[in-house]
C-alpha cells in the first residue's frame, strides 16, 4: 500500500481538513430523520466510523509519530467543524439552535488524545513481529463487536441498519486486508475472538440490555 501520509506540514494540514470535512458531514447528516430504520443522523454516535477512519489513518501512515498527530488532527478537525457548523447554522435553521457547545468541544478535543496514542500503538503493527497479529485483530474485533450490537438493536427496534452495515463491511475489509499481513494466522484469528467479546462487554452489552429492558424510553 502507498504510503500517503507523512511527517511533514502539508500531510498534517490535508488530514486536518480531512477532519474538517467529515465533521460537516456528519452534522449535516442530522437533517435525517432519527427515527428511521437506517439511522443516518446517528452516523457519528456510535464508535464503527471513527474506528474505521482512524484505522486507514493508521494504514496510511508513515510512522507511529504520523499515526498519532494524524489522527489527533483528523479527530480536531472533526470536533472543530462539527460543533462550529452547528453554530452556523443555528443562527439559519432553528434545529441547530444553541450556539457552539464549549463545553463538548473541550471534552471530544480531550477524547481525540487517548485516540492518537491508540493509533500511535496500532501503526506498529507494521513490524515484522508476532505481536503485529494482536495488533491488526483490534480494530477487527472492535467492528464485529458493535456489528453484533447493532444488528441486535435492528431486529429489536428496527433501527441502524447503515451502521451495522458499515460495520460489518469495515470488518470484512480489513479482515481480509489485515489477515494477508498478520505474523501468526492461528494468533490473528485467536485475537479477533478475543476482541470481539473483550469490546463488546466493554463498550455495548450494559447500553444494549438497557435499551431491551427499557425499549418504551426509546
Known amino acids: 500500500m502507498k504510503i ?39 452516523i457519528q454516535t456510535l464508535l464503527g466510523f471513527w474506528i474505521i477512519t482512524n484505522t486507514m489513518v493508521v494504514m496510511f501512515s ?15 478537525g472533526m470536533t472543530l467543524s462539527f460543533y462550529g457548523l452547528k453554530a452556523i447554522l443555528g443562527q439559519f435553521i432553528p434545529k441547530f439552535s444553541g450556539g457552539f457547545n464549549t463545553g463538548l468541544f473541550i471534552l471530544f478535543t480531550i477524547a481525540a488524545i487517548p485516540c492518537a496514542l491508540a493509533a500511535a500503538i496500532l501503526s506498529f503493527w507494521n513490524q515484522d513481529r508476532m505481536y503485529n497479529s494482536i495488533l491488526y485483530a483490534l480494530p477487527v474485533g472492535a467492528l ?23 460495520d460489518m463491511a469495515g470488518a470484512l475489509v480489513f479482515g481480509r486486508i489485515f489477515w494477508k499481513r498478520a505474523k501468526s494466522k492461528t494468533l490473528y484469528l485467536f485475537s479477533i475472538g478475543m476482541a470481539s467479546v473483550m469490546f463488546y462487554f466493554l463498550m455495548w452489552h450494559q447500553e444494549l440490555m438497557y435499551w431491551l429492558q427499557n425499549p418504551e424510553l426509546l
Open 4 to 42: 500517503s501520509l507523512k511527517n511533514t506540514p502539508k500531510s498534517f494540514f490535508i488530514i486536518f481538513m480531512i477532519g474538517i470535512a467529515v465533521g460537516c458531514i456528519c452534522r449535516l447528516a442530522d437533517y435525517f430523520p432519527a427515527e428511521t430504520v437506517w439511522g443516518f443522523s446517528s
Open 144 to 166: 464485529l463487536a458493535e456489528a453484533f450490537a447493532t444488528m441486535v438493536f435492528l431486529f429489536a427496534f428496527h433501527q441502524y441498519l447503515f451502521q451495522a452495515l458499515m
Open 62 to 76: 508513515s510512522s507511529s509519530l504520523c499515526a498519532g498527530l494524524s489522527s489527533f488532527l483528523y479527530m480536531f
